[in-house]
């Protein structure tokens, strides 16, 4: 089955405490990237990569990381200079014009 | 970063009842994309544009690539309770190909909620 896969889809963690978060992509997209989404507010972007061992910052990308090693994988860290990571993470790949999302995960900081 | 306006912000109509809803952006757009999205789960594409004036549907749902190439509009014909979820409409704006900049501009999204 060919798609996105997002893990863990709950994940705790205690304040101060980075934690990284799992997305896995085999649909051959060049592209991902990594959304926030909190209520009301809609999709916000915080990394994307257009290919691998590049990554640009997008809206929202303070205390945030990522790494792009492979081409499947597009990891992100919510590291503890991140104010307030409670929300509900979204990972994407695209084709040349559209974009396909994975189930999402939702971390809650404690 | 910048954002589509999209409206109405939520609606609650009686199954049966045909649906519309539509974004506008400052700038002119050459792709426009309508999700769809459950709670808790992730948005799954339903419908995207690529030309001004071009319609397309997918079942009951038809959405338009509006001809300024500054708006777009998805209708729902016959509405029924698994139409339930939040709508979002995504664009790309013109003079970033789409091989040099992928990235999407979003609206905040439709809340529809149907009365069985």
């Known amino acids: 089955d060919g798609g996105i896969t997002q893990s863990p889809k709950y994940l705790f963690r205690k304040e101060g405490q980075n934690v990284t978060l799992s997305c896995e992509q085999n649909?051959?997209?060049?592209?991902m990237y990594w959304y926030r989404q909190d209520p009301g507010q809609g999709l916000r972007l915080i990394y994307y990569s257009q290919i691998v061992n590049d990554f640009q910052k997008g809206d929202i990308a303070e205390g945030y990381s990522v790494s792009r090693e492979k081409k499947e994988s597009f990891p992100l860290t919510v590291t503890s200079a991140q104010k307030n990571p409670t929300a509900f993470y979204l990972c994407?790949?695209?084709?040349?014009?559209?974009?396909?999302f994975g189930p999402g995960t939702r971390l809650t900081v404690l | 970063g910048q954002q589509l306006n999209q409206s109405p912000q939520s609606m609650f109509i009686q199954e049966g009842e045909d649906v519309s809803m539509n974004c506008t952006s400052s700038s002119i757009f050459n792709t426009w994309l309508w999700y769809k999205q459950d709670p808790g789960e992730g948005p799954v594409l339903l419908i995207a544009?690529?030309?001004a004036g071009e319609l397309t549907s997918n079942g009951r749902l038809t959405a338009q690539f509006g001809i300024t190439r500054k708006d777009s509009f998805l209708n729902i014909s016959a509405s029924i309770p698994s139409d339930v979820g939040i709508y979002f409409c995504a664009g790309r704006e013109m003079g970033f190909r789409a091989g040099n900049n992928r990235k999407l501009i979003w609206g905040l999204g439709t809340s529809l909620a149907v009365n069985p």
């Open positions: 649909l051959n997209h060049d592209a």
């Open positions: 544009l690529y030309k």
């Open positions: 994407a790949s695209s084709t040349p014009n559209e974009q396909f």
